[in-house]
Nanobody
Framework: QVQLVESGGGLVQAGGSLRLSCAAS????????MAWFRQAPGKEREFVAH???????YYAESVKGRFTITRDNAKNTVYLQMNSLKPEDTAVYYC????????????????WGQGTQVTVSS
């Protein structure tokens, strides 16, 4: 079992930036695959970004080139740097963790954070 605590959400104007953080506790962090998903009202939960324990990353096409996922294993924390934000990025963002997961497969992740709201105004 792992507990995930997210922070960094808020309101930002289009073109601005935010950095989300997700702190993990309860088990060894370094061997976990970490990911970010998001869900807008009336929409399915959508994959955003994924990072393996080794640091290799994978992104959804909609955010590639604008968002960057990183991790600090010494601090048991994963980050999502979001630049050039657009109104369509508005959603609740969720941190997820698992072992032996496929990048985009929501059901493969065993642990989820509470979600943090990101709102981008036009």
């Amino acid at each position: 079992q792992v507990q995930l605590v997210e922070s960094g959400g808020g309101l930002v104007q289009a073109g601005g930036s935010l950095r989300l953080s997700c702190a993990a506790s309860g088990r060894t962090f370094s061997n976990l695959t970490m990911a970010w998903f998001r869900q807008a009202p009336g929409k399915e939960r959508e994959f955003v970004a994924h990072i393996r324990w080794s640091g290799y990353t994978y992104y959804a096409e909609s955010v590639k080139g604008r968002f960057t996922i990183t991790r600090d294993n010494a601090k048991n924390t994963v980050y999502l740097q979001m630049n050039s934000l657009k109104p369509e990025d508005t959603a609740v963002y969720y941190c997820a963790a698992g072992v032996g997961v496929r990048p985009r497969a929501t059901d493969d992740y065993d642990n989820w954070g509470q979600g943090t709201q990101v709102t981008v105004s036009s």
